[in-house]
């Protein structure tokens, strides 16, 4: 092996981790699940019912494309705004694992998080435009401006800043009704429309109420560094014992509204039920119970992962709607 050809060899591997750091920067896996979230919805929710109902939408795959790229840019600013602010509390929880300062200037995470704010803020803009709704463009723009406020400021205000992340978790759901069901709306399709952007609203309920418990189950993992640099977050407010007992009560919320919503509108349907109950229900009884009895960091870390995967499986139900929707 000759010398060029190892020094390419070690420039192809520098790339490689380069690529990874701003990978994990982004949180590409978050990105990935708000995309396939936004994908669902247009292609396993909306285009299977456009010749057998009412139902008409606003966007080709060109537009939709571009709605998708606007959400996911203005998602990876945000967590790179986040990153900056933290990098004092990750010292702290999570070590390994800060990025800003260390392997990756905060000069250069600034500058990617103005090129990704301009461009998600463009394409929401331009998209806008595209489909003669110019005023839409302003829900970009204050997307953008909850994400920098979240980060520097929300954060550390009691559940403030929960709620707040929270609410835009669910609205990258919603956004995707606005742009596809709200321009087209007639006399003669608004009960359909209204159908499916009312199951829209229960979707974004379920992520608005899984992310909140999410975040309080990250304080309470977190609560070491966020003393530290002087966050007011709710188990450092209230104890975390005081807490933990908070993230309990509400975990039941999702269990009693999950179950509800499979007993009055998929009863009917033995597949959808059995998926609701062991993929979507049963995990969340079983965080309730290591909610009940969660005293160190690594099962508000355990809870807190689990909840991704409640997150994913409650999305991935879309898929069922072909089959509910027809024979209902």
Request: charged share 15%.
């Amino acid at each position: 092996m000759t010398l060029k050809t190892i020094y390419h060899k070690l420039n192809t591997i520098n790339q490689q981790l380069n690529t990874l750091k701003y990978l994990q920067l982004i949180r590409w896996k978050n990105l990935l699940m708000i995309a396939l979230v936004q994908v669902l919805i247009k292609y396993a929710l909306f285009e299977p019912f456009l010749k057998t109902t009412n139902l008409t939408i606003t966007l080709n795959w060109f537009g939709f494309s571009l709605l998708v790229l606007a959400t996911v840019s203005l998602a990876a600013a945000g967590n790179i705004i986040n990153d900056i602010f933290d990098v004092e509390t990750d010292k702290v929880n999570k070590p390994n694992q800060v990025l800003v300062g260390k392997t990756i200037s905060e000069k250069t995470a600034y500058n990617l998080f103005i090129i990704l704010n301009v461009v998600g803020v463009a394409i929401g803009f331009y998209l806008s435009n595209l489909i003669d709704r110019s005023g839409f463009s302003a829900l970009f723009i204050l997307v953008s401006a909850l994400l920098y406020i979240y980060a520097s400021y929300l954060k550390q205000m009691v559940l403030v800043g929960n709620i707040v992340v929270s609410l835009l978790v669910a609205f990258s759901i919603v956004i995707v009704g606005l742009y596809e069901l709200l321009p087209v709306i007639t006399p003669e399709n608004q009960p359909t429309q209204t159908t499916f952007f009312e199951i829209l609203l229960d979707y974004a309920k379920f992520a608005f109420i899984i992310n909140l418990i999410r975040e309080i189950a990250k304080d309470l993992e977190d609560i070491d560094g966020d003393y530290k640099v002087g966050m007011n977050t709710l188990p450092i407010a209230i104890g975390r014992e005081r807490a933990s007992r908070v993230l309990f009560a509400l975990m039941i919320v999702p269990v009693l509204g999950v179950a509800y919503y499979v007993l009055e509108n998929l009863y009917k349907h033995q597949i959808a039920v059995g998926y609701f109950l062991i993929l979507v229900i049963g995990p969340l009884i079983y965080l309730c119970i290591k909610a009940f009895s969660a005293k160190a960091k690594k099962d508000y870390h355990h809870i807190s992962q689990v909840l991704k995967l409640v997150m994913l499986f409650g999305m991935l139900s879309l898929l069922l709607y072909k089959y509910i929707l027809i024979t209902k």
